[in-house]
């Protein structure tokens, strides 16, 4: 039976629920649809559900783990150390916790959203750009087992599909137009490096700067609550994060938020324009604390005078 998973974590989401319900039994987020624009209140226990999305090992060598179970384990930590760091002044400053920076590492690559944008990467023609960004391993990469399992190339022209084990085969295909499906075995291994890439290798790069909105203002979140934007895109690969100009956006409730860029001058970012930023990246839903930031928040999402 396939496991009832949280691609956003509850413990994550509770962080952003509608302050008059934080004492109540049942407290509640006001859920925004991209699609509809229909604001309507959710438990979150009850948002980000997708079955059986990480039943696998995901890259770990022993095939008894998951990495469901992997993933309980960065939540239990940064569950807590959200929570502490949230109650600290800005004035206090310190350097984050790695337990928060290891979980925005996980989320930022373990969502259905980041998923198809690694599967849409995937097929798209290489860059002849001059200018591309090539981003080299981590340390210890060298030391990571390498493991056969059968990928599956289609032809685009019949749709048929194949199980290929070698790689020359596999490449061969690719050259004649084939289309690689990232399957979900390709998938929950792919995000473990990638969560391990943005953990060791993208974000230490990043200075990071602490945002407090004014009273009653608010952040939000979204199914992709860790967004970024490099050279005025969204929706880049990681690999673009080398960009000077890239800023990392990841709100932690909806009163803390942290940026990441580089270079450490001022930062002068209003509420606003983070909970544009985090609609404009969503892939279906944002959330927040009440109901008129996240109906801002969805009419910002496209307007061009931000």
Same mark, same amino acid.
């Given at each position: 039976?396939?496991?009832?998973?949280?691609?956003?974590?509850?413990?994550?989401?509770?962080?952003?629920?509608?302050? $008059?319900?934080?004492?109540?039994?049942?407290?509640?987020?006001?859920?925004?649809?991209?699609?509809?624009?229909? *604001?309507?209140?959710?438990? &979150?226990?009850?948002?980000?559900?997708?079955?059986?999305?990480?039943?696998?090992?995901?890259?770990?060598?022993?095939?008894?783990? /998951? /990495?469901?179970?992997?993933?309980?384990? @960065? $939540?239990?930590?940064?569950?807590?150390? @959200?929570?502490?760091? #949230?109650?600290?002044? *800005?004035?206090?400053?310190?350097?984050? &916790?790695?337990? *928060?920076?290891?979980?925005?590492?996980?989320? #930022?690559?373990?969502? &259905?959203?980041?998923?198809?944008?690694?599967?849409?990467? !995937?097929?798209?023609?290489?860059?002849?750009?001059?200018?591309?960004?090539?981003?080299?391993?981590?340390?210890?990469?060298?030391?990571?087992?390498?493991?056969?399992?059968?990928?599956?190339?289609?032809?685009?022209?019949?749709?048929? +599909?194949? $199980?290929?084990?070698?790689?020359?085969?596999?490449?061969? =295909?690719?050259?004649?137009?084939?289309?690689? /499906?990232?399957?979900?075995?390709?998938?929950?291994?792919? =995000?473990? /490096?990638?969560?391990?890439?943005?953990?060791?290798?993208?974000?230490?790069? =990043?200075?990071?700067?602490?945002?407090?909105?004014?009273?009653? $203002?608010?952040?939000?979140?979204?199914?992709?609550?860790?967004?970024?934007?490099?050279?005025?895109?969204?929706?880049?690969?990681?690999?673009?994060?080398?960009?000077?100009?890239?800023?990392?956006?990841?709100?932690?409730?909806?009163?803390? !938020?942290?940026?990441?860029?580089?270079?450490?001058?001022?930062?002068?970012?209003?509420?606003?324009?983070?909970? +544009?930023? *985090? !609609?404009?990246?969503?892939?279906?839903?944002?959330?927040?604390?009440?109901?008129?930031?996240?109906?801002? !928040?969805?009419?910002? +999402?496209?307007?061009?005078?931000?």
């Amino acid at each position: 039976m396939s496991t009832r998973a949280h691609t956003v974590p509850k413990f994550y989401l509770s962080g952003f629920v509608a302050p $008059e319900s934080e004492r109540e039994r049942n407290p509640f987020v006001w859920v925004g649809s991209l699609t509809t624009g229909e *604001i309507t209140k959710r438990s &979150p226990k009850n948002i980000s559900i997708s079955r059986g999305l990480y039943d696998g090992c995901g890259g770990f060598s022993e095939p008894e783990t /998951i /990495i469901e179970a992997h993933l309980a384990k @960065i $939540e239990s930590a940064a569950s807590s150390a @959200i929570r502490n760091f #949230a109650t600290k002044r *800005i004035e206090d400053g310190g350097p984050i &916790p790695l337990e *928060i920076t290891r979980f925005l590492a996980w989320q #930022a690559a373990r969502t &259905p959203g980041w998923m198809d944008l690694v599967q849409r990467w !995937a097929n798209e023609p290489p860059s002849d750009s001059e200018n591309e960004v090539v981003e080299p391993p981590p340390p210890g990469f060298e030391n990571i087992v390498d493991r056969s399992r059968p990928m599956c190339p289609e032809d685009p022209s019949t749709g048929a +599909r194949r $199980e290929v084990i070698a790689e020359q085969e596999f490449y061969a =295909l690719r050259r004649q137009g084939w289309k690689w /499906i990232i399957r979900r075995d390709d998938h929950l291994e792919m =995000l473990h /490096i990638q969560a391990w890439y943005f953990q060791v290798r993208h974000f230490p790069r =990043l200075s990071w700067v602490r945002l407090q909105p004014p009273d009653r $203002e608010y952040f939000i979140t979204s199914d992709r609550s860790v967004a970024w934007l490099a050279d005025g895109y969204a929706d880049t690969p990681p690999a673009a994060l080398r960009h000077p100009t890239t800023q990392v956006v990841a709100p932690l409730n909806k009163t803390v !938020a942290l940026v990441g860029r580089h270079g450490a001058g001022t930062l002068g970012v209003t509420p606003s324009e983070v909970n +544009r930023f *985090i !609609a404009f990246a969503a892939s279906g839903w944002i959330a927040g604390p009440t109901s008129d930031v996240v109906r801002q !928040a969805l009419s910002d +999402r496209h307007d061009p005078r931000h």
